[in-house]
T-cell receptor, first 110, second 115 residues
Framework: QKEVEQNSGPLSVPEGAIASLNCTYS??????FFWYRQYSGKSPELIMF????GDKEDGRFTAQLNKASQYVSLLIRDSQPSDSATYLC??????????FGTGTSLTVIP | KAGVTQTPRYLIKTRGQQVTLSCSPI?????VSWYQQTPGQGLQFLFEYFSETQRNKGNFPGRFSGRQFSNSRSEMNVSTLELGDSALYLC??????????????FGPGTRLTVT
């Protein structure tokens, strides 16, 4: 079983819609959770992090964490074509080891 | 504050050669991690250095090695290059807060092509 699993997609949503990206992790001791956005040919860019159960909002982005279900999600409201990218989920364990999912490719259709 | 920097940005090498990549972390960050990214495999963790010591290691052959200097700058070396080593090599730095609660920031990467 992989440490972090994501649906690889591709996920397509129309402009203005809500994009929902999901991630599960296996280490119950994981303390922090991250979403990175990666444009083609570029390095991953940190867009959200969350440590506590519940929701964390930052602009059009909302991260949701459910530690009991070992589930993290990212919602992108009012999706824009510029949001088209691959989104990587990552977790950090108490040993400071980061694990990344394989990423979900998102396309926002104008 | 300046971000993570990596040099060189692009590199072309021949099979059998060796290569050294460099990474300068964000000022104050003590942990440096290295990743290999290929289209088929995604982000693969190579190793992490903290206070000049390798703290974590991924599942890569011994041809891949690294080190960290007292100023937290890090280098990784790949010896006897193979065609399959062609990839984007990413360096990421973090504060390395106790308990694994800090964020990791990536550099722009070094694109290595082995011919």
């Amino acid at each position: 079983q992989k440490e972090v699993e994501q649906n690889s997609g591709p996920l397509s949503v129309p402009e203005g819609a809500i994009a929902s990206l999901n991630c599960t992790y296996s280490d119950r001791g994981s303390q922090s959770f991250f979403w990175y956005r990666q444009y083609s040919g570029k390095s991953p860019e940190l867009i959200m992090f969350i440590y506590s159960n519940g929701d964390k909002e930052d602009g059009r982005f909302t991260a949701q964490l459910n530690k009991a279900s070992q589930y993290v999600s990212l919602l992108i409201r009012d999706s824009q074509p510029s949001d088209s990218a691959t989104y990587l989920c990552a977790v950090n364990t108490p040993g400071n080891q980061f694990y990344f999912g394989t990423g979900t490719s998102l396309t926002v259709i104008p | 504050k300046a971000g993570v920097t990596q040099t060189p940005r692009y590199l072309i090498k021949t099979r059998g050669q060796q290569v050294t990549l460099s990474c300068s972390p964000i000022s104050g960050h003590r942990s440096v991690s290295w990743y290999q990214q290929t289209p088929g495999q995604g982000l693969q963790f190579l190793f992490e250095y903290f206070s000049e010591t390798q703290r974590n290691k991924g599942n890569f052959p011994g041809r891949f090695s690294g080190r960290q200097f007292s100023n937290s700058r890090s280098e990784m070396n790949v010896s006897t290059l193979e065609l399959g080593d062609s990839a984007l090599y990413l360096c990421a730095s973090s504060l390395a807060l106790h308990g694994g609660t800090d964020e990791q920031y990536f550099g722009p990467g070094t694109r290595l092509t082995v011919t």
